[in-house]
C-alpha cells in the first residue's frame, strides 16, 4: 500500500524481524484485535515500540555516517595543507590507515597490519613504519587503542582541535618516535602477536 502510494522505500522500517523476534506478543496482539472487532489499538501498542527503536537506529546509522563523512573530509583537507614534503608522504600513508578504518570500522590490528603494509613494501622496516604512523595519528587524536587492542577511529576528532592546531602539532611532530614510548610498546605487541598467530 505504502509503494502503491509512491512512499520512497529508503524512508520505510520494515519490522519483520521484531514481529519474528516476537512471534507469540505479535499473535496475542493480532488475536486480541480481531476479538476486538478489528480494533487496531492492542496491535499498535505492540508495534509501536518496535517503530522507535528503528527509527532510532535509522537515526543512529545516519549520525554515524555524517561523522563518518566529516571525518573523511576533514583528514583528507589537514594532510593536503601540511608544508614539508616528507610530511606529505608520511600523511599519504596514514590517510590510507584512516581510509581503511573509515571502510571497516573495527578491524583486528593484525588484519589492519595486513590492509595497509602495502603502502610500506618499499620500506627498509615496514612494520617499524607502520607503528610508527599509527603512533602519529594516535598522538593526534584521530585514533585509539582499544583496551582489547582493537584500533578504532576517534569521529569526534574534527570537532576536538583546529585544523591550524592539528596542522602545526602534526608539523612539529618528531621525526623519529621513541621505542620507550608506552604507545610504541603496544603497537610492537599487536605486531608480534599477529606474527605468532600466523606462523602458528
Known sequence: MLRQAGV???VMVSLSNYYHEHKDGYLAAMVESRQKGHDLTPFL???LPAVSARCNAVADSIADHNRRTLFRQFAQSLFGKLHSPRRRVLAERQLHILETLLDSPTPDSGDLFLRTVSEYRN?????????RDVFYL???GAIRIERNRII???LHWPQQLSESELLDRYENLPSAVSAN???M??????L????????G
Open 8 to 10: 520512497s522505500g529508503f
Open 45 to 47: 501498542r505492540f508495534a
Open 123 to 131: 620500506l627498509k622496516y615496514p612494520g617499524r613504519a607502520w607503528s
Open 138 to 140: 594516535l598522538d593526534l
Open 152 to 154: 578504532t577511529l576517534n
Open 181 to 183: 614510548h608506552p604507545a
Open 185 to 190: 610498546a603496544v603497537l610492537s605487541q599487536l
Open 192 to 199: 608480534k602477536r599477529h606474527r605468532q598467530r600466523n606462523v
